[in-house]
């Protein structure tokens, strides 16, 4: 099992910055893939950003240039937002993925204004 805890949400401007963290506990030595999810009111949950356990990275196309997803040895990921926009408003879910299953956080609100 896989427990994940995210925090770092909250509400800011246009144009603003947030960060996001994610810690891992249990049986972490597993994690292959860690990772965010969002998904916004009336929309299916979609990909934001995944990092492999080799340091590869991948993006929606909707983020590229303005979040980055980092993870350290500690199995914490990290997504650093900038240039944040109202349609980035969501809950944000971290993901990990282990050969024996996949795991959830309970999401954390990012919030947007114009």
């Known amino acids: 099992q896989v427990q994940l805890v995210e925090s770092g949400g909250g509400t800011v401007q246009s144009g603003g910055s947030l960060t996001l963290s994610c810690l891992a506990s249990?049986?972490?030595?597993?994690?292959?893939?860690m990772g965010w999810y969002r998904q916004a009111p009336g929309k299916q949950r979609e990909l934001v950003a995944t990092v492999v356990d080799g340091g590869k990275t991948n993006y929606v196309d909707s983020v590229k240039g303005r979040f980055t997803i980092s993870r350290n040895i500690s199995n914490v990921v990290y997504l650093q937002m900038n240039s944040l926009e109202p349609e980035d408003t969501a809950v944000y879910y971290c993901?990990?993925?282990?050969?024996?299953?996949?795991?959830w956080g309970q999401g954390t609100q990012v919030t947007v204004s114009s």
């Open positions: 993901y990990a993925n282990t050969p024996h299953g996949s795991y």
């Open positions: 249990g049986n972490i030595f597993g994690i292959e893939t």
